[in-house]
């Protein structure tokens, strides 16, 4: 169950791996939409916390282009539905996340991404 | 009582049988969904505000659940994949992650209003491989630093484990604290032997502002303990019972007896004396 909310709190940790390494690239994905319950005040509680540029290009990877480019001001009934459909109905099943910076893949089977690291990638 | 760190590495030991059973023991839920709740009561979060946090050794996601009655988001992350699958049939609502905590998180810093961890952290204390990298210091650093970082300022960590020495609690503790943290070990029921509960409960930010919680005192009052001892009851009344049993030696005597007395027609005694007689195929 990788959502884009927890996609978009994920940087890699392999050793000495710390800069561009944010956000993971997503790699031949099958998603499946799930609904949720909505959830304003939580969503309001979170919208601090979100990288809004890796957010939208990881909504448009998935082919999910409701969200603006930028983060608006004005936060309506509407652009919630929409930050709530990105966030947390969009489930990624099978695939891969792959880091910019050191190519470490983390692959996704059934919805659980493997994020063990080898022996040398440990810090 | 065996500690099941000692048998077998995490994702080893809670296999597919043990995973199946760790979820469907009625016992064990209980038990994991008080201290659920005390882990969330210490946590302290500000009140019907739903949080997102963090559920380190999610396993079946019990403690998810958990969360989710109270209206809480959360992630969870184990090393165990069965534990994971038996989640992911259960349809918790968590995202979960595959992971080995004693390599750290990648979380983005300030990811999580809180984090709870229910009997997870003494399975560091093991070091699995001679490798530097599993030496339980090394990977309790890694934790605790990239824990450190996955948290918002301020918050708090809530992690209930069993210790099986002072020492480790000592050794978890002062590394925490290197890693930049707060807090303390709460103490539940101190001078309970089964009802003992510890809780290393850690903040991040606000040092002199947050007090360590105080742990529960008296006796835990519980329907549990007396069903446990109606079972040992039972048990001890079934053992009694085998003892009656009518064995060789209780057959050797009672015939020696007879003879003594002059009884005519007692059957010789031979190496088939007080055999079992076996079904014939």
């Known amino acids: 169950m990788v959502r884009l909310i927890t996609h978009n709190l994920l940087a890699c940790h392999v050793k000495g791996c710390n800069t561009n390494n944010f956000p993971l690239q997503f790699q031949d994905v099958q998603i499946e939409l799930r609904e949720a319950d909505f959830n304003a005040d939580f969503l309001r509680g979170f919208l601090p916390k979100i990288e809004w540029n890796a957010l939208v290009d990881a909504a448009r990877q998935l082919g999910d282009t409701s969200l603006p480019q930028e983060q608006p001001t004005m936060i309506d009934d509407d652009f919630l539905k929409a930050l709530h459909h990105v966030l947390l109905e969009i489930h990624v099943e099978e695939g891969a996340m792959v880091c910019p910076n050191c190519k470490h893949v983390y692959p996704i089977a059934s919805g659980i991404p493997n994020m063990l690291l080898a022996e040398h990638e440990i810090g | 009582m065996s500690r099941p760190e000692l048998i077998a590495p995490p994702e080893i030991y809670y296999g597919d049988t043990e995973a199946k059973k760790y979820t469907q023991n009625s016992r064990i839920q209980q038990i994991q969904a008080e201290m659920t709740y005390r882990a969330l009561e210490l946590l302290n979060l500000p009140p019907d505000q739903p949080a997102f946090l963090l559920d380190i050794g999610c396993g079946s996601g019990l403690s998810g659940e958990i969360l989710e009655e109270q209206g809480h988001a959360w992630v969870g992350v184990d090393i165990a994949p069965s534990m994971l699958e038996v989640a992911l049939e259960r349809e918790v609502e968590g995202d979960l992650f595959l992971q080995d905590i004693g390599q750290g998180f990648g979380f983005r810093p300030g990811s999580f209003d809180g984090a709870i961890s229910i009997s997870v952290i003494q399975w560091l204390l093991n070091a699995e491989t001679s490798h530097p990298s599993s030496s339980p210091p090394r990977r309790l650093t890694r934790f605790f630093t990239t824990l450190h970082s996955a948290?918002?300022?301020?918050?708090?960590?809530?992690?209930?484990?069993?210790?099986?020495?002072?020492?480790?609690?000592?050794?978890?503790?002062?590394?925490?604290?290197?890693?930049?943290?707060?807090?303390?070990?709460?103490?539940?029921?101190?001078?309970?032997?089964?009802?003992?509960?510890?809780?290393?409960?850690?903040?991040?930010?606000?040092?002199?502002?947050?007090?360590?919680?105080?742990?529960?005192?008296?006796?835990?009052?519980?329907?549990?303990?007396?069903?446990?001892?109606?079972?040992?009851?039972?048990?001890?009344?079934?053992?009694?019972?085998?003892?009656?049993?009518?064995?060789?030696?209780?057959?050797?005597?009672?015939?020696?007896?007879?003879?003594?007395?002059?009884?005519?027609?007692?059957?010789?005694?031979?190496?088939?004396?007080?055999?079992?007689?076996?079904?014939?195929?």
Do not use: H, M
């Open chain 2, 151 to 281: 948290l918002r300022n301020p918050s708090r960590a809530v992690l209930q484990f069993y210790p099986s020495s002072d020492d480790q609690i000592q050794l978890i503790t002062s590394i925490a604290q290197k890693a930049g943290f707060g807090g303390g070990v709460v103490v539940d029921y101190p001078n309970s032997k089964k009802a003992k509960k510890v809780f290393l409960c850690l903040f991040v930010g606000n040092g002199g502002g947050q007090q360590v919680p105080k742990g529960l005192e008296g006796e835990e009052a519980g329907e549990r303990a007396k069903f446990e001892k109606r079972r040992e009851r039972e048990k001890r009344r079934k053992d009694s019972k085998k003892n009656n049993v009518k064995d060789r030696d209780w057959i050797l005597k009672k015939k020696d007896l007879y003879r003594r007395r002059g009884k005519e027609d007692v059957p010789r005694d031979s190496q088939y004396t007080g055999r079992k007689r076996r079904p014939a195929f």
